[in-house]
């Protein structure tokens, strides 16, 4: 599948984005590396290689053990949400630069 100009066009009309010709064209060919790259690692057999959980074995990896469990490490307990400490409303209008008492104002950014 190939990016074509129309497509980066519509793409950054819908994110609001004002792109130059320059811009455009720099972004297609960008784009169509990164579709070909893409390409490039689908042809490659990895039928025999396990998933992984994190692809570093940097931080904290405890050789001993296989697999997901090797990044146990990485995981937190689940805390309910009643358990954990977080701002109250007031706390957080408080903090706000504007607000109506009970939400936060904030400006208007779609002009269309």
Known sequence: M????????????????????????????????????????????????EPMAQVLDRYGVDESKQGSERFAYASREDVPEGLRKSLTQKEALDNAPDSDGTFFLVPKVIER
């Open 2 to 49: 190939k990016v074509t100009e129309k497509d980066v066009t519509y793409v950054a009309e819908l994110a609001n984005l004002e792109l130059t010709p320059e811009e455009r064209t720099g972004m297609v060919r960008d784009l169509n590396s990164i579709l070909g790259y893409m390409d490039r690692l689908n042809e490659i057999d990895t039928s025999k290689i």
